[in-house]
């Protein structure tokens, strides 16, 4: 395993084990449009041997109107059953730079019952630059029966946020970087407000790897203790739309925090309602109060009930 994190395993031990029974290996690459890479493409072209590709995209609920919403846990089952993914099985997940999209497939693994996850600390690229073992040739597997035991007490929804942000129950880590998080920048996706929730703390999952490789866990603590958490009280992890929150939750849980839960819906549901508060500018802690200075709201139709996550069409952005 790698040194400082329980959840993480170096390429060391990854190369000495591959091929064995009951080890899948899942590439769970994902990039933003900006990034200028194709997570399909790059996996059809080089992989590690025994690899098999998460769709970020497609694992998703197929009925949700936001990007990346959680599956239900059948979808999911029958999705990764369809990879030959057994919840038996112990999982190492990796994409391309090292903290990026992983955690996101870790963290899913996890709360539908697989605690064996890890992340390749250092990712595909640190990989092949090594000259590790990689191949171009498909993994051959056949489907499994996948059974999920998925855990709803770590997955944050809209009512909650809305109660959280009130009341300042719960609190928040946005994994976005500082330009979007004070409203300096403009959103990726159209409609949706700039800025943050009243409360929230920065902690931008960039700043929590260095060189694709997971910081130590010192070093993690100055990070998001220096952001304002502290890290003996409840935390909803939250990022553009429910990918790199996970980096954060994947921060915590090697700091030995497990009251934590991820905010699914994110900045693009959050942002993109007409009915819910922003701020602009540097974190300030506490719930909203009346007289805090709010962005104008969106012009878009109030969120819809049920599971889904609700606000704009999915665009393929984080």
Same mark, same amino acid.
């Given at each position: 395993?790698?040194?400082?994190?329980?959840?993480?395993?170096?390429?060391?031990?990854?190369?000495?084990?591959?091929?064995?029974?009951?080890? $899948?290996? !899942?590439?769970? %690459?994902?990039?933003?449009?900006?990034?200028?890479?194709?997570?399909?493409?790059? #996996?059809?072209?080089?992989?590690?041997?025994?690899?098999?590709?998460?769709?970020?995209?497609? &694992?998703?609920?197929?009925?949700?109107?936001?990007?990346?919403?959680?599956? +239900?846990?059948?979808?999911?089952?029958?999705?990764?059953?369809?990879?030959? !993914?057994?919840?038996?099985?112990?999982?190492?997940? #990796?994409?391309?730079?090292?903290?990026?999209?992983?955690?996101?497939?870790?963290?899913?693994?996890?709360?539908?019952? &697989?605690?064996?996850?890890?992340?390749?600390?250092?990712?595909?690229?640190?990989? /092949?630059?090594?000259?590790?073992?990689?191949?171009?040739?498909?993994?051959?597997?056949?489907?499994? !029966?996948?059974?999920?035991?998925?855990?709803?007490?770590?997955?944050?929804?809209?009512?909650?946020?809305?109660?959280?942000?009130? =009341?300042?129950?719960?609190?928040?880590?946005?994994?976005?970087?500082?330009?979007?998080?004070?409203?300096?920048?403009?959103?990726?996706?159209?409609?949706?407000?700039?800025?943050?929730?009243?409360?929230?703390?920065?902690?931008? #999952? +960039?700043?929590?790897?260095?060189?694709?490789?997971?910081?130590?866990?010192?070093?993690?603590?100055?990070?998001?203790?220096?952001?304002?958490?502290?890290? %003996?009280?409840?935390?909803?992890?939250?990022?553009? +739309?429910? &990918?790199?929150?996970?980096?954060?939750?994947?921060?915590?849980?090697?700091?030995?925090? =497990?009251?934590?839960?991820?905010?699914?819906?994110?900045?693009?549901?959050?942002?993109?309602?007409?009915?819910?508060?922003?701020? @602009?500018?540097?974190?300030?802690?506490?719930?909203?109060?009346?007289? @805090?200075?709010?962005?104008?709201?969106? /012009?878009?139709?109030?969120?819809?009930?049920?599971?889904?996550? $609700?606000?704009?069409? /999915?665009?393929?952005?984080?």
């Amino acid at each position: 395993m790698a040194e400082d994190s329980p959840f993480t395993v170096d390429a060391d031990w990854l190369q000495a084990r591959l091929g064995e029974p009951g080890l $899948t290996i !899942v590439d769970a %690459s994902w990039y933003l449009p900006a990034q200028k890479r194709d997570a399909r493409a790059e #996996y059809n072209a080089a992989h590690i041997p025994g690899a098999r590709f998460l769709d970020q995209d497609a &694992v998703s609920d197929p009925d949700a109107a936001l990007p990346h919403t959680l599956p +239900s846990p059948q979808h999911f089952a029958q999705y990764v059953g369809s990879m030959g !993914v057994s919840a038996d099985d112990t999982i190492v997940v #990796y994409d391309g730079p090292g903290f990026f999209s992983a955690p996101r497939a870790w963290w899913m693994f996890r709360i539908m019952g &697989v605690f064996q996850t890890y992340i390749l600390d250092g990712g595909f690229d640190a990989w /092949k630059a090594a000259g590790r073992p990689v191949t171009s040739e498909p993994t051959k597997t056949a489907p499994s !029966v996948f059974y999920a035991d998925f855990d709803a007490g770590r997955v944050a929804s809209l009512a909650d946020m809305r109660r959280i942000v009130e =009341t300042g129950a719960s609190q928040i880590a946005d994994a976005r970087g500082p330009g979007r998080f004070t409203g300096v920048e403009p959103e990726p996706r159209a409609g949706i407000r700039s800025g943050h929730m009243p409360g929230a703390r920065n902690v931008p #999952y +960039s700043a929590l790897s260095e060189n694709g490789t997971l910081l130590s866990k010192d070093r993690l603590r100055k990070v998001i203790e220096d952001a304002g958490i502290d890290l %003996s009280k409840p935390v909803i992890t939250s990022c553009g +739309s429910g &990918v790199t929150a996970a980096v954060v939750t994947l921060a915590l849980e090697t700091l030995g925090h =497990t009251d934590n839960r991820l905010y699914d819906g994110s900045w693009t549901e959050w942002g993109g309602l007409s009915d819910t508060p922003v701020v @602009t500018g540097p974190a300030t802690a506490g719930p909203a109060k009346a007289g @805090t200075a709010m962005t104008g709201p969106a /012009k878009t139709g109030p969120a819809k009930t049920g599971p889904a996550k $609700t606000g704009p069409a /999915k665009t393929g952005k984080e």
